[in-house]
């Protein structure tokens, strides 16, 4: 069942950057944001819905100012073919909210060979507890 919100419900929820990015497919600027270069031990959800979205044991350091993990949790992402800025990518969603989160591209580490690219304001860290 997907979470459907009108753009005023989320804007009451979010804040502007997390709007414009999980909501207009915005892109938060390298190397801003606040998880590219964060190294807890937990699970990142997505900050509209609360999904959980990957584990940071699949995260690793792509250099590209962005958090990149290898492979998000079963079903929690959607992919969508994105023509925009003359590039033929592939656009990653929250499955369960339709929120974008960035692209994944087929240059990343095994086991997988993904790299899933996420703007930072799209998620939120929870600590694993023990
Ligand atoms: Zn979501």
Redesign the pocket.
Known sequence: MK?KKSDQEWIEQLSPEEFYVCRQHGTERAFTGKFYNFKGDGIYS?V????PLFDSETKFDSGTGWPSYFEPFEGAIDEYRDISHGMIRVEVR?S??D?HLGHVFPDGPEPTGLRYCINSVCLTFQERED
């Open positions: 979470i997505c509209c819905c609360g999904a929250c369960k909210c929120a």
